[in-house]
Nanobody, 123 residues
Framework: QVQLAESGGGLRQAGASLRLSCAAS????????TGWFRQTPGKEREFVAG???????YYADSVEGRFTISRDNAKNTVYLQMNSLKPEDTAVYYC?????????????????WGQGTQVTVSS
C-alpha cells in the first residue's frame, strides 16, 4: 500500500515562491504516474501538474510557466516548485499517484492520495 505525505505548505505574499514535497512509502514513485491537485472550499479538486513514469510533464493552463513538477528517485519524493504565486493559487494541495497517467490527468479513480497541505497567498 502506497502512502503519500505532503509537506512545505505555508503563507506567502503574491510573487513569492514555495516548494511542496510529497514523500512516498510502501512503493516506488518511478513506477507510478504522479500529480499535484488543489482544492478550495466548495469547489472540486482540480488538476495542477502531472508526471508520467518517463518523466514527461503536463500542466494546467493556469500554472503553465510558473509551476514545475519534478521527481527525485533516490529520495522517492515528488516536488512542486511554485513561482510567481498569485492569490488565486491559495488552496489545499494534494499529491496523487496511480499506475495510469491518464487517470492522474483526468482525476479518474486515482489510487493514492496524500492528506494535503495548505498554501495561502496574500495580495
Amino acid at each position: 500500500q502506497v502512502q503519500l505525505a505532503e509537506s512545505g505548505g505555508g503563507l506567502r505574499q503574491a510573487g513569492a515562491s514555495l516548494r511542496l514535497s510529497c514523500a512516498a512509502s510502501g512503493g516506488t514513485f518511478s513506477n507510478y504516474a504522479t500529480g499535484w491537485f488543489r482544492q478550495t472550499p466548495g469547489k472540486e479538486r482540480e488538476f495542477v501538474a502531472g508526471m508520467d513514469r518517463s518523466s514527461r510533464t503536463y500542466y494546467a493552463d493556469s500554472v503553465e510557466g510558473r509551476f514545475t513538477i519534478s521527481r527525485d528517485n533516490a529520495k522517492n519524493t515528488v516536488y512542486l516548485q511554485m513561482n510567481s504565486l498569485k492569490p488565486e493559487d491559495t488552496a489545499v494541495y494534494y499529491c496523487a499517484a496511480d499506475p495510469v497517467f491518464g487517470a492522474v490527468v483526468a482525476n479518474l479513480g486515482i489510487n493514492y492520495w496524500g492528506q494535503g497541505t495548505q498554501v495561502t497567498v496574500s495580495s
